[in-house]
């Protein structure tokens, strides 16, 4: 079956724009996440949705960024105001709900952002 | 909280030949798991392997297999017969076995950079 799409591929703003970057789980993954690899560092967490419970915000680095999940199926990620160092790629992955490690969360091919 | 530490940041090796990326990690937690991605330049992370901490048995998964030891937290990754197709970041990552929120998210090192010589 299809994996976990992200669009766009890659998105250009200039610092001071909003951005919104899409995520479209694979069928039936009830657990989505959202994550930061800036360039050189391994993968931050930023945020988890699991089904219709509140969302885990804590990995958010700011107040100017912020998700949803409608439907419990796609999510949007949206950066206000960017910044320069917002630059990043920004990766998905979903998973089945359960204990952790038994269910492989599957990643996305993310999202290059560029903050000029 | 938990860290990731990939000293590494570069490795290469001879096609065919064996090469093992190192990787320590810090976890106040009893039950844990710990994995290998892979991460070609499609910026697709692949699950390598995987180990459950509880588990004294070594991970394998074909060419791959991991050193686990436990008292020393450290969990290094061991190819063997190194293919071209291998070339690729490696992440080492660690996750809670019990979260109170229930995210279980991954913290992952900064990665090694393999490169396979033909």
């Known amino acids: 079956g299809a994996g976990v799409s992200q669009s766009p591929s890659n998105k250009v703003t200039e610092k001071g724009k909003d951005v919104e970057l899409r995520c479209d789980p694979i069928?039936?993954?009830?657990?989505l996440y959202w994550y930061r690899q800036s360039l050189g560092q391994g993968l931050e967490f930023l945020i988890y949705f699991q089904g219709n419970s509140a969302p885990d915000k804590s990995g958010l680095p700011s107040d100017r960024f912020s998700a949803e999940r409608t439907g419990g199926s796609v999510s949007t990620l949206t950066i206000q105001r960017t910044q320069q160092e917002d630059s990043a790629v920004y990766l998905c992955?979903?998973?089945?709900?359960?204990?952790?490690?038994?269910?492989?969360?599957?990643f996305g091919p993310g999202t290059r952002l560029t903050v000029l | 909280a938990q860290t990731v530490t990939q000293s590494q940041p570069e490795m290469s090796v001879q096609e065919a030949e064996t090469v093992t990326l190192s990787c320590t990690y810090d976890?106040?937690?009893?039950?844990?798991?710990l994995f290998w991605y892979k991460q070609p330049p499609s910026r697709q992370m692949i699950l390598v392997i995987r180990q459950e901490a509880y588990k004294q048995q070594n991970a394998t998964e074909n060419r791959f297999s991991v050193n686990f030891q436990k008292a020393a937290k450290s969990f290094s990754l061991k190819i063997s017969d190194s293919q071209l197709g291998d070339a690729a970041m490696y992440f080492c990552?660690?996750?809670?076995?019990?979260?109170?929120?229930?995210?279980?998210?991954?913290?992952f090192g900064k990665g090694t950079k393999l490169s396979v010589i033909p």
């Open positions: 069928s039936g993954h009830t657990a």
């Open positions: 976890t106040s937690e009893s039950d844990y798991y």
């Open positions: 992955a979903s998973r089945l709900p359960g204990l952790a490690g038994t269910n492989e969360q599957f």
């Open positions: 990552a660690s996750q809670n076995a019990y979260s109170g929120a229930g995210s279980y998210q991954l913290t």
